[in-house]
Nanobody, 124 residues
Framework: QVQLVESGGGLVQAGGSLRLSCAASARTFSTYLMGWFRQAPGKEREFVAGISRSGDSQYYIDSVKGRFTIWRDNAKNTMYLQMASLKPEDTAVYYC?????????????????WGQGTQVTVSS
């Protein structure tokens, strides 16, 4: 069982930055693939970024490439998402998720554990 707790959300003006954190309870954190998802009101939850077990490989959706950076610190059982040049369309609840294995990073169903989410609001 893995418990995930997100933090770092808030209200920011367009063009601003935020750093999200995802703290995991499991000592086996390094054995999980990790991802960030977001869900805007009235929309489906969507993949934002993913990272391999070691942190050597990262994956992003096109709309955040060059603006968001994902990384993890396995010694601290924590994953991060640095968000820069934020846009109003980035407004959503952001969730972190853990998976033992994924064949499709974008698929919500492939993740085993989820955090409770943290709200990010970008004002124009």
């Amino acid at each position: 069982q893995v418990q995930l707790v997100e933090s770092g959300g808030g209200l920011v003006q367009a063009g601003g930055s935020l750093r999200l954190s995802c703290a995991a309870s499991a000592r086996t954190f390094s054995t999980y693939l990790m991802g960030w998802f977001r869900q805007a009101p009235g929309k489906e939850r969507e993949f934002v970024a993913g990272i391999s077990r070691s942190g050597d490989s990262q994956y992003y959706i096109d709309s955040v490439k060059g603006r968001f950076t994902i990384w993890r610190d396995n010694a601290k059982n924590t994953m991060y998402l640095q968000m820069a040049s934020l846009k109003p369309e980035d407004t959503a609840v952001y969730y972190c998720a853990a998976a033992s294995y994924v064949s499709n990073w974008y698929s919500v169903a492939q993740y085993d554990y989820w955090g409770q989410g943290t709200q990010v609001t970008v004002s124009s």
